[in-house]
């Protein structure tokens, strides 16, 4: 059964800078060798996370790139893609878009911000992903 996690931010490293447990979950994809799509609301959030990627751990390299800037996306361990983008779907995701992720996935992560005022589409994801049916658990982080 697939399955939606919502974490919500708790921890002070991540209230301040929400991206770092986006990259959290990156490097334990990756250290898991499951391929990941990370799904940005933006380019200059694409842009944003790819930086966070490259300095966020000295000591844990995560291959990543953004979708379309280079031939390699379909052997990319972490594929970062902006909304333009449309790569074929992997079996786990993160989504920081407003709207629920559709197609074959396994599991989608939500990233869920301290902020109440941005919880509320997290609600209408949270109905839609139960509606379809998967499995919905919340963490705090």
């Known amino acids: 059964m697939a399955r939606a996690d919502f974490y919500l931010i708790a921890k002070p490293r991540f209230l301040e800078k929400p991206l770092l447990l986006v990259c959290e979950l990156a490097r334990k994809a990756n250290d898991s ?3 990941l799509l990370i799904l940005v609301s933006s380019a200059i959030q694409a842009d944003v996370l790819d930086e966070l990627l490259w300095e966020f ?5 995560i291959p990543h790139q953004i979708a379309g800037t280079d031939e390699d996306d379909d052997i ?18 993160i989504n920081l878009r407003n709207e629920p992720v ?3 996935f396994a599991r989608v992560l939500e990233v869920v911000p301290a902020d109440e005022s941005a919880r509320e589409p997290l609600r209408a ?3 839609a ?3 379809r049916g998967l499995d919905v658990q919340k963490f705090d982080m």
């Open 129 to 131: 992903y139960k509606d």
């Open 76 to 93: 990319t361990p972490v594929l970062i893609v902006p909304p333009e983008m449309q790569p074929p779907m992997r079996p786990l995701v």
């Open 33 to 35: 060798g499951q391929p």
């Open 102 to 104: 559709t197609g074959d």
């Open 125 to 127: 994801r949270w109905k």
């Open 57 to 61: 751990d000295p000591d844990a390299y």
